[in-house]
């Protein structure tokens, strides 16, 4: 193919690709917007929205000329270079292109007006705790995503699609041994720990005036690295991220004026979604690289600056003199080393997003496990709270007063398929271990720095070896490509281990 010729085609490429990304941030603005401000009245207008938008937009993603395009680059010299720009971005896209022709537009637009609806309807069965009034609409999510998945009949689980969705070349068979490991060890070690006396976390549970706490937040996830001229906090009854652009990157956060703990560590969280974001390469917006990899790479990166960081000594060496003088009457007789062990206390629980590293994983396994129950068509949703209660029994020794802290006490499944997110959460515990050491390994000076509130070591290591190659390379890619090796549960075990055998069983 000619110069000109080449050249031209992709530039169309590129319009087309760009006019994708663009749609899709208008419906990530109006998602936002759903999630902070919109009255409620606005949400059947909102699903119509959204479902033409969403419709709108897979159009173009399974347009026969987007097609030709790719086809017509792919095989030319700039674009064979597997670690080029050009051709990771062809290689990208057309992998999405190819996924995307598997699943009917009217599929898509269905989906999105019911999701609309479905998240309204959740927030209102959670505030009443009636889980009856939201369970036709989550029939319907379940039969939705078993038709997702009908539209990929070569996977080998019905779950494999969906799974895929998030977390790229993950299978739920996979996940069930990682689970299955990781379980293994995890229980006994939360069954010690619990039999320890417990941590006093009476410090936190006080009076802490919402706005100054929401301020405290400001103050450091700006000096984690979170550009507040390319980003802004609100609040949601779910804390979550979303990107825009690249100059245009939201988190939420939630505050309880009687927990100090709320507040600091969901928006330290989702501050590590966005630090990702905001680290990828600039020059990839407008396609499909300028997005964080996977589910379980991105939450690598919240879990890392909200558990290996934010919960550590080394943070709070630095950060708790000023949290005292912003809470004098609070915190002024408390020491560090109490207040460390207050933000490390461990307790079976029953709010997935309140647990502690330790029994966190656990939150985790249980939804997986019913996910894939309700898939199979083992578990009928009129059967959910019931047996959600059960594995609760089982697993961690409590149950549910109310649906409001059980079935009802997270957002996915109310406004997204069932299936395919949950798993990110505990391959991101797995997986922050995992990067942070090989960080310390590259930067040993990385602790002491953060003693003293620097934490450009760490930002630049994450950016040069994560951040800033988006969707470039597969979750697998990145992983060996920053450590030298695949997934493996051993650094987070021993992370664990060495941190809470500290905590409780050296005192």
């Known amino acids: 193919m000619g110069g000109k010729i080449l050249y031209k085609k992709w530039q169309c490429l590129k319009k087309r690709l760009r006019e994708i990304y663009d749609l899709e941030s208008v419906i990530a603005v109006l998602t936002w917007d759903q999630n902070t401000h919109m009255p409620p009245g606005g949400a059947e207008a909102r699903g119509k929205q959204l479902s033409v938008l969403g419709e709108l937009a ?14 017509a680059v792919e095989s030319e010299p700039p674009f064979l270079s597997y670690d080029s720009d050009q051709a990771s971005i062809v290689r990208v896209a057309k992998r999405q292109y190819l996924e995307a022709q598997k699943v009917s537009t009217g599929f898509i637009s269905r989906f999105y007006e019911h999701i609309a609806k479905t998240n309204q309807i959740w927030m209102e069965a959670r505030e009443s705790n009636d889980f009856g009034k ?10 939705l995503s078993r038709e997702y998945a009908s539209f990929f009949p070569e996977s080998e689980h019905i779950a494999d699609p969906l799974i895929n969705r998030s977390d790229y070349g993950m299978k739920a068979s996979d996940i069930q041994e990682l689970f299955h490991q990781l379980r293994r060890q995890l229980v006994p070690f939360v069954d010690e720990i619990t039999q320890q006396p417990a941590s006093d976390r009476s410090c936190l549970l006080q009076a802490y005036p919402v706005q100054k706490q929401l301020d405290f937040c400001k103050e450091v996830i700006a000096k984690m690295g979170f550009d507040f001229r390319r980003g802004r906090l609100d609040l949601a009854m779910h804390p979550f991220m979303i990107g825009f652009a690249a100059g245009d990157i939201r988190i939420t956060t939630r505050v309880k004026e009687q927990d100090l703990s709320e507040v600091l560590f969901s928006t330290i969280h989702e501050a590590g979604h966005a630090i990702y974001e905001m680290g990828i390469n600039p020059a990839y917006e407008g396609t499909p690289l300028h997005n964080g990899i996977s589910c379980g790479v991105h939450e690598s990166q919240s879990r890392l600056w909200e558990n290996i960081i934010g919960r550590s000594r080394e943070f ?8 005292q003088a912003r809470f004098p009457s609070q915190l002024g007789n408390v020491s560090l080393d109490d207040f460390y062990r207050a933000i490390n206390h461990v307790e079976r629980s029953l709010i997935r997003t309140d647990a502690d590293e330790l029994t966190y994983n656990l ?29 609760y029994k089982t697993d961690l020794g409590l149950v549910p007063p109310n649906d409001r802290d ?3 006490q997270d957002i996915h499944w109310y406004f997204d398929f069932i299936g395919g997110v949950f798993q990110g959460y505990t391959l991101g515990n797995i997986l922050s271990s995992q990067f942070y050491q090989a960080a310390l390994k590259a930067c040993p000076e990385i602790p002491e720095q953060i003693v003293h509130g620097n934490f450009v070591p760490l930002h630049a290591w994450l950016k040069e070896n994560i951040y800033q190659h988006g969707s470039k390379y597969t979750a697998a890619e990145i992983v060996e490509r920053a450590t030298g090796s695949s997934l493996a549960i051993e650094p987070y075990m021993e992370y664990l281990r060495k941190k809470y055998y500290n905590l409780y069983l050296s005192r």
């Open 316 to 323: 709070w060496s630095y950060f708790y003199p000023k949290l």
């Open 58 to 71: 897979h159009q173009k993603k399974t347009a026969p000329e987007l097609g030709e395009l790719l086809e």
């Open 363 to 391: 939150h985790v396994i249980i939804r997986f496990d019913l996910e894939l129950a309700l898939l199979e068509g083992k578990l009928q949703i009129r059967d959910l709270p019931e047996a959600w209660n059960e594995r």
């Open 406 to 408: 059980g079935v009802l």
């Open 134 to 143: 939201v369970a036709p609409c989550l029939e319907k999510t379940l039969d």
